[in-house]
């Protein structure tokens, strides 16, 4: 699933080349995401005045309502000729001339909403925690929010209404490089120990988005694949294998319907 480094990565991607520009054709092949795709005719001649992001929603602002994008559990954009054969997954796309922006979505569990208010007054967006990269994001905050809580660090981290974008990956890293084991109740973690648990989370997805960053091109090329998180794994994925900081063994568990690794030596 693209989380957020992905979705940003995306939207640092297609930003260049789509804002300012004016839509002259939108075509919808498959109505039927996870919700039914609205009509969207208005936005020809319309020019996108900015794309940014919240959590893992793609914004494309209008004069008059802004375009909500999510990408689902496989979705990805690429930007193309028009002339370029589309895909039976292709399922949406903004044309721009001669080119066009394209929405590939496999499972089908993407998103194209329209907004004609603020977009952080949509009811998808309005209860969403702070950014996990902004100045809201701090040991004092995440203190509080876990003294209310008996629940496993690792599924705090991925509560929406708590902190956005801490996807799996991401969660389970940064819970290694702290030393804390995931599934340890988060209303017993110290003050100290949520403070270095909050610059690791920092840390982490600034190092995923920076790498993602490094492959933008991919946007205009025919398989529309931003740079994923591809530095080495600590504990993610490897349980069984030998941890290369203690020789350990890493092991996982559920957490929240998710898998959760960790090595027993380094995490407590």
């Not at 708590?162 to 490089?177: C, D, K, M, Q, R």
């Amino acid at each position: 699933m693209p989380e957020l480094p992905e979705v940003e990565t995306t939207c640092r991607g297609i930003a260049p080349l789509i804002q300012g520009k004016t839509i002259s054709a939108v075509i919808v092949r498959q109505p039927r995401l996870r919700w039914e795709i609205p009509p969207l005719d208005h936005l020809v001649g319309e020019h996108i005045r900015e794309v940014s992001r919240r959590a893992k929603y793609l914004l494309l602002s209008f004069d008059r309502g802004t375009l909500i994008i999510h990408l689902g559990m496989s979705g990805s954009l690429r930007f193309l000729p028009v002339s370029a054969p589309p895909d039976k997954h292709d399922h949406f796309e903004m044309q721009f001339g001669q080119h066009a922006l394209r929405l590939r979505d496999p499972r089908r569990f993407g998103a194209v909403l329209w907004s004609q208010g603020s977009p952080m007054e949509h009811e998808l967006i309005r209860s969403l925690g702070p950014e996990p990269l902004s100045e809201a994001f701090h040991v004092d905050y995440l203190y509080q929010q876990a003294r209310r809580r008996r629940i496993p660090i690792k599924q705090l981290l991925m509560t929406g209404s708590v902190v956005v974008g801490v996807g799996n990956i991401y969660a389970t890293e940064s819970l290694f490089l702290a030393g804390i084991r995931p599934g340890r109740a988060c209303n017993r973690i110290s003050r100290n120990r949520l403070e270095t648990l909050v610059e690791q989370v920092k840390k982490v997805l600034a190092r995923a988005i920076a790498q993602g960053g490094t492959t933008l091109r991919d946007f205009q090329h025919e398989d529309g694949r931003p740079g994923y998180f591809q530095q080495e794994l600590h504990v993610y994925g490897r349980e069984g294998e030998a941890c290369t900081t203690c020789g350990s063994t890493i092991k996982s568990k559920q957490i929240g319907q998710r898998t959760s690794a960790w090595c027993p030596g380094c995490q407590r």
